[in-house]
């Protein structure tokens, strides 16, 4: 009863009171809070691989919690808050609506370690974020795109029009226009994070507007069914996970999102006690972003191209963004050699020189 | 030989005794068959309940987690009370939601406007803009009802998706933070003192939209058992006709109603976004205004019911999430399980309005 | 505007993307013509949706799968008639309880179904009759489903307007005091009339992962009970209005879709928005200067019903 009480009076603002509770278990305990359900197929449920890969690497040296379909705002606060409290050692708050709450609670749990996905603040010395360069994909995938058209009509089905996306559209335009100057992009925007019918219709919009590879930055394998019916005349990819059952067409490769390395690493560093807040963004190079098998329905040539692209991506030795690049209204944006600063990329909000069409505001 | 069948007799009044005791009587129920369901999935039935229904109110940390059963109920109750209004008097608004989302788009764009000027006065006219948000975006529903005859429950909820996609625009243009580096979302409140609405007391959950929802409860308790206003929405609810001709004008009420409604799912997105979410941003709204139906009609529509089924529903939620995070349970299992929670709750009702008789049958 | 737009294509595409809806609304229409309004649409759907997604890929066969869904949103819907018909519950929440437990429960049976791809439901062979232009396209490459779901609409009208039992069924929405008078079952013909709804919700569910998506994922009909609902007030409790309710909200979703495809000026947002508009805009006209009209709502909607004797 005095232990409640003094602890109600303390309110939050002593967390470190409960660092110490934390510190005291023997096992490190890391949690996760995931903005869908982990049977959505897609972000979530690649997060999800990632905990069970930390569950396999160290077995009983650590414990794992998890907490699905957590809206942003107010409940994940108190989410993350439980979990602070309940004893967890770090904690992964896997989308980008969760930054102003990860960063609220990390003030008042100096001792448990957060780490949040895809946003930009740090303001506590306990919080690192981390985000994969999803356009190294991408970039990949246009190559393939621009070379394999044969409408020279490709396509991107849109979530919402936030950086991330841009950025992956940028990517996928400028690579398929390198190798085929002839190609033109449609760009569709769902407005919907999660719609797998919405996704179908824009899909087959698509295809009927002559458009024959189709990349999509949401999740169902919708786009890939509406592809397989028209029988090999139009391909596309495997978003997030590897989608291996549209193998080997329409589904020629994928971008998987894989956590696995980075949660396993990070972990590990929690348990040797060398955890450091840091800013990663790591992609084909540490295997967050990787690529999925490259099928028989791409040419032989085509398929080597890519591969090494794949491999002057992971080695340092290519960037997918370097200049010279124009911005959609014909202003410079990266000079000749110049590649392109993290900042840019990660807010980026206009699209490169040959795109039509506006992005929605 | 013959035999016993159970025979319902309505009762001539509900039956206050059956009243109180049902809802003790549901949520046993509901403990036994949600304890069957979670020993299927293989947890432990005894620990999941304890962790549902009693850690979040007497556990280890019910310090904080009481304050958060108020969080989340402020704005189911404030929002249940308006819908309750207009569901006594027969009106349909099943855009509440809407209205939530359209009161936190107009309050915050205030606020957004005015900062980063600090004044007293800045709090006061976000809640005004809220509040006209709501009552505006419900305004739609309500004078197209009475000018085309168009029906409310399809308008009110296909706006809903309007004010949807009028929030992912927000948030990705014209309220976006234009210090967040490109990202959606408008800037945060509580970086912003005149706009914020934090607690008022540190620690207890309470902020302005949990006294509100207080204020709300008692202001419809009052109207309802007071004020003429009350009698006409309860007769023309019950008697449509006789309302009319005591001379209550369907027009009148259906704007009033709606406009009540919409204003108070208002105050509630505009609380909420400048309190325990703090900004806008794409997926603002959590459902609240779909939920709040569930509370309006679990509370029997009356308002001391809506404020102890909000606090219920919340109880439910909280205790959810531990249950999820602490033993492992799919967040699906929670849904299934509130799902069960509330047909215990509607069908036990049954034993507060009808007397449940054996009667003798002989056999033919 | 619709430079580029093929629109026999674009019809053709309209009428698989509503047919989820129109199903369920129909189904719907039905349950709302009986008195009994149940707004678990959207949980029955995704019952139906997780139900006939096992059962076609553990039977192998698309047919099974349609029926399982069926079967799935049917039994779900019976807790509803126990609920509302037997414990006399409050219809409308009733209904939303019941789209609250549904999508939990569907999440729950459809683990383990992850990256399993469904069996093809093939077209019609219409044969040489798919190649003629236009309608070809429009009329003569479905699969059994769409004509199904118009037939479904056609059955509805055809026993609601000339059968004895559509008769009874609209006189027991009606006024179910009457009816009871009459000695009609009421309370019978309401858990019939909700158990076809839930079936009809289900077959639209199966119709989401077994062809429109053919996957599993949780929450996969992603709200399309909701605009099942509001087709049904659409269409004025009329089952060919609930046909044209739904072509006309799925053509306009595929409409700006295309729109967007084919590089209209038009911003994405208003186009996003305007399914929504357009059919509130359609509602008003069509409900403006024809009186009462609208107020064609079966009489003894959402009331509970208790034979005194």
């Known amino acids: 009863m005095k232990r409640r009480h003094l602890l109600a009076t303390a309110a939050l603002g002593l967390g470190l009171a409960f660092g110490g509770a934390a510190a005291a278990q023997d096992k490190t305990k890391a949690c996760f809070v995931y903005v869908g359900p982990i049977g959505d197929l897609g972000w979530s449920y690649q997060h999800h691989q990632g905990l069970l890969a930390v569950q396999e690497a160290y077995g009983d040296k650590v414990e794992t919690a998890y907490q699905e379909s957590v809206p942003e705002g107010a409940d994940a606060e108190r989410v993350l808050t439980q979990m602070a409290l309940s004893g967890c050692d770090i904690i992964f708050t896997t989308s980008f609506g969760y930054m102003d709450a990860t960063n609220a609670v990390a003030k008042k749990f100096p001792n448990v370690k957060f780490e949040h996905a895809t946003g930009f603040k740090r303001e506590a010395p306990n919080v690192s974020i981390y985000n ?8 990949i995938q246009g190559h393939i795109a621009g070379k394999m058209t044969k409408t020279n009509k490709i396509g991107y089905i849109g979530s919402f029009p936030i950086p991330e996306v841009i950025m992956g559209i940028n990517a996928y335009y400028l690579h398929a226009k390198k190798v085929n100057p002839a190609v033109e992009l449609t760009v569709v925007w769902a407005m919907t994070w999660f719609d797998p019918a919405k996704e179908a219709d824009a899909a087959k919009a698509m295809i009927e507007q002559g458009v024959d590879v189709i990349a999509s930055h949401t999740d169902s394998t919708a786009p890939l069914a509406e592809a397989a019916k ?20 329409p589904r020629v490769t994928s971008i998987i999102d894989n956590w696995a390395p980075y949660y396993v690493k990070r972990v590990g560093q929690v348990m040797d006690g060398t955890w450091e807040s840091i800013d990663s963004w790591e992609g084909i190079a540490s295997g967050e972003v990787e690529l999925g098998e490259i099928t028989d329905a791409v040419p032989a040539d085509v398929k080597a191209e890519a591969e090494a692209m794949r491999d002057a991506i992971a080695a340092g030795t290519y960037h997918p963004f370097t200049g010279p690049i124009n911005k959609q209204d014909g202003s410079v944006w990266l000079a000749e050699g110049a590649t392109a600063p993290d900042g840019d990329l990660l807010g980026m909000g206009f699209y490169v020189e040959g795109i039509t069409g506006d992005i929605p505001k | 030989m013959g035999w016993i069948v159970l025979k319902l007799e309505k009762r001539p009044s509900p039956s206050v005794f059956w009243s109180r005791a049902t809802p003790v009587l549901a949520v046993a129920l509901t403990m036994v068959a949600g304890g069957l369901m979670f020993a299927i999935l293989g947890k432990n039935p005894f620990e999941a309940i304890r962790t549902i229904f009693w850690d979040p109110l007497f556990g280890e940390f019910a310090w904080y987690l009481r304050g958060q059963l108020l969080v989340k109920a402020g704005p189911l109750v404030l929002i249940a009370i308006g819908l309750s209004l207009g569901f006594r008097a027969g009106i349909w608004n099943i855009g509440a939601e809407g209205q939530y989302i359209m009161g936190a788009i107009c309050g915050a764009a205030v606020g957004l406007a005015a900062y980063p000027t600090e004044s007293r006065l800045i709090f006061p006219a976000m809640v005004i803009a809220g509040a006209l948000g709501g009552w505006a975006w419900a305004m739609i529903p309500a004078i197209l009802k009475t000018r085309f005859n168009t029906n409310e429950i399809l308008v009110s909820l296909m706006l809903v998706y309007v004010a949807q996609t009028v929030l992912a625009m927000a948030s990705t243009g014209f309220l976006r933070n234009p210090e967040g580096a490109g990202f959606p979302g408008s800037r945060n409140f509580s970086g912003y003192p005149a706009a914020a609405n934090p607690e008022l007391i540190a620690g207890s959950g309470l902020h302005w939209g949990g006294v509100a929802a207080l204020a709300a409860v008692v202001a419809a308790y009052v109207l309802l058992q007071r004020h003429i206003l009350g009698f006409q929405i309860k007769l023309s609810g019950q008697a449509p006709r006789a309302a009319r001709f005591a001379g209550v004008s369907p027009q009148k009420l259906t704007v009033l109603c709606m406009g009540i409604a919409g204003a108070l799912a208002g105050l509630a997105g505009l609380f909420e976004v400048t309190g325990p979410a703090g900004q806008i941003s794409i997926d603002f709204n959590v459902g609240y205004g779909f939920t709040a139906i569930i509370v309006a009609f679990l509370g029997r529509l009356n308002p001391v019911g809506i404020l102890l089924a ?9 205790g959810g999430e531990m249950a999820a995070t602490n033993l492992g349970l799919p967040s699906a299992a929670i849904q299934a399980f509130q799902g069960m929670l509330l047909f215990f709750l509607l069908a036990c009702d049954l034993l507060t309005n009808y007397r449940v008789r054996p009667v003798f049958k002989e056999a033919r | 505007m619709f430079g580029g737009i093929d629109p026999g294509l674009l019809i053709a595409s309209l009428m698989v993307a509503s047919v989820p809806i129109l199903f369920a609304a129909v189904g719907e229409l039905v349950v709302e013509k009986a008195g009994v309004l149940n707004l678990g649409v959207e949980g029955m759907m995704i019952m139906g949706a997780v139900t006939g997604f096992i059962t076609a890929v553990q039977t192998g066969s698309p047919a099974l799968g349609f029926a399982g869904g069926a079967l799935g949103g049917a039994v779900l819907s019976l807790l509803f008639a126990v609920l509302t018909q037997v414990m006399q519950a409050n219809q409308v929440a009733s209904g939303l309880a019941l789209t609250l437990f549904g999508l939990g429960l569907s999440s729950l049976l459809g683990q383990g179904l992850f990256g399993i791809k469904p069996p093809l439901t093939p077209d019609v062979p219409f044969g040489p009759l798919a190649d003629i232009p236009f309608i070809g396209t429009v009329l003569f490459s479905h699969d059994p489903l769409v004509y199904l779901s118009v037939l479904a609409v056609a059955g509805v009208w055809a026993v609601l307007s000339f059968t004895r039992a559509g008769l009874v069924l609209r006189a027991v929405g009606e006024s179910h005091d009457a009816a009871h008078a009459l000695g009609y079952k009421v309370r019978r013909i309401r858990v019939l009339a909700i158990l076809f ?20 994922t949780d929450g996969i009909t992603a709200g399309a009970g909701w605009i099942a609902l509001a087709i049904v007030v659409f269409a004025s409790w009329k089952p060919w209005r609930a046909l044209l309710g739904a072509w006309l909200f799925g053509g306009i979703t595929v409409l700006q879709l295309n729109l967007q495809a084919a590089g209209s000026r038009i911003p994405v947002e208003y186009l996003s928005m305007s399914p929504y508009l357009i059919t509130i805009l359609v509602l008003v006209i069509m409900s403006s200067g024809r009186g009462r009209a609208a107020l064609s709502a079966p009489a003894s909607l959402g009331q509970n019903f208790h034979a005194a004797r």
């Open chain 1, 230 to 249: 028209t029988g090999g005349k139009v391909i596309g990819f495997g978003q997030a996970s590897d989608m291996a059952e549209y193998k080997p067409s």
């Open chain 2, 310 to 318: 909000g606090l219920l529903m919340a109880l439910t939620y909280i």
């Open chain 1, 132 to 139: 994969a360069r999803f356009y190294e994909g991408r970039a």
């Open chain 3, 197 to 216: 709804g839930g079936a009809m919700a289900g077959l639209g569910g199966a119709y989401v992962s077994l062809v429109r998506v053919p996957q599993w």
